[in-house]
């Protein structure tokens, strides 16, 4: 059994060498264990620290994509490298490294497929108040949405099997940790949490710019992680609200041409009307939309299946290779 555990970097030269000596070196039902960085596009010396601490692999990108291609880039060479687990933490040490054990325990038993690390985010000093109610609020909305039970959806402290890897897309640009949760509760994936400590701050966050500007950018990778995995249901919900306004409205009307005086309210036929067709239109794009992600599912196995194809193949190749070696 092979753990990676994989540290998005950019510009960590300052902290990565403290998050690196925290990592462990050996773990119950772990032959193996491996690191590997993902070098977004640093400018400073991230990838000397790494290379001088002994780091086994480095996927590194000419310039800064963000954190969810980072995260999707490690992924692939975890997968690359042969990984039977993938941890992902990171550069600043906010997690409490010891805490692997407790992470990657439900995939050794077989009970879950992703495992989140619960931070006690009412107990971290440096977390201020609203910030506090935020994450709790975004963890909830996260939870309707993806249909789990994930008590801290914005952490980035969570360990992936091999399988649940090879199906995991990311398609936002900010931030993989809430859409990847939603994905993996639509997809029927075993998703659990662990209770997770952490450590004091070394650097404030460099996710957001303002609290405000979190809020509004995970909003919107929750509601287009969202339609993209329940269309039909999302659409139908935007569709219900013209369509009932213009159903009340053309009853109105109705009602007056009973009473013969219908002539002073041919406005509000004409505003009834146009809604019930504005919420017909919002339905039958749901429906459009609901075929596509149909397809979407279609090519999401095709992928996880030249995935599995690719990534066994190149396993299978290094087994080799290292037989060979061990008989030379």
């Known amino acids: 059994m092979k753990l990676i555990i994989q540290i998005p970097c950019y510009n960590e030269a300052e902290t990565l060498e403290v998050a690196l000596n925290d990592l462990p070196r050996t773990l119950e039902g772990i032959d193996e264990i491996e690191y590997l960085i993902i070098n977004d596009g640093s400018q400073d010396?991230?990838?000397?620290?790494?290379?001088?601490?002994?780091?086994?692999?480095?996927?590194?990108?000419?310039?800064?994509k963000g954190l969810a291609k980072g995260f999707m880039a490690g992924l692939d060479g975890c997968l690359r490298n042969g990984a039977d687990i993938i941890v992902n933490t990171d550069a600043d040490n906010q997690y409490c490294a010891d805490d692997i054990r407790k992470l990657i325990q439900p995939i050794l038993d077989g009970k879950a497929d992703m495992v989140v690390g619960a931070r006690p985010i009412d107990d971290t000093e440096h977390f201020s108040y609203i910030k506090k109610k935020l994450q709790h609020f975004g963890s909830w909305v996260v939870r309707r949405a993806s249909n789990t039970d994930i008590p801290d959806a914005p952490s980035g402290f969570r360990a992936l099997s091999r399988e649940a890897a090879m199906r995991i897309n990311v398609v936002n640009d900010y931030t993989y940790t809430l859409e990847t949760i939603v994905q993996a509760g639509r997809e029927r994936m075993a998703v659990t949490s662990v209770p997770v400590r952490t450590n004091a701050e070394l650097r404030p966050s460099r996710l957001f710019n303002s609290i405000w500007g979190y809020v509004k950018k995970s909003m919107l990778t929750i509601l287009r992680a969202y339609m993209m995995y329940k269309p039909l249901k999302c659409f139908t919900y935007l569709a219900v609200g013209p369509l009932a306004v213009g159903f009340l409205i053309g009853f109105r009307f109705l009602y007056y041409m009973t009473l013969g005086s219908?002539?002073?309210?041919?406005?509000?036929?004409?505003?009834?009307?146009?809604?019930?067709?504005?919420?017909?239109?919002?339905?039958?794009?749901?429906?459009?939309?609901?075929?596509?992600?149909?397809?979407?599912?279609?090519?999401?196995?095709?992928?996880?299946?030249?995935?599995?194809?690719?990534?066994?193949?190149?396993?299978?190749r290094r087994e080799t290779e290292k037989k060979t070696e061990r008989s030379d």
């Open 262 to 316: 219908a002539g002073g309210h041919v406005q509000s036929l004409i505003l009834g009307c146009t809604l019930i067709i504005i919420g017909v239109i919002t339905f039958m794009i749901g429906l459009v939309a609901d075929v596509i992600a149909a397809n979407r599912k279609l090519l999401q196995d095709t992928q996880y299946h030249v995935r599995r194809a690719e990534y066994d193949a190149i396993s299978i």
């Open 45 to 64: 010396n991230t990838v000397e620290v790494a290379k001088r601490w002994g780091v086994h692999h480095i996927v590194s990108f000419k310039q800064n």
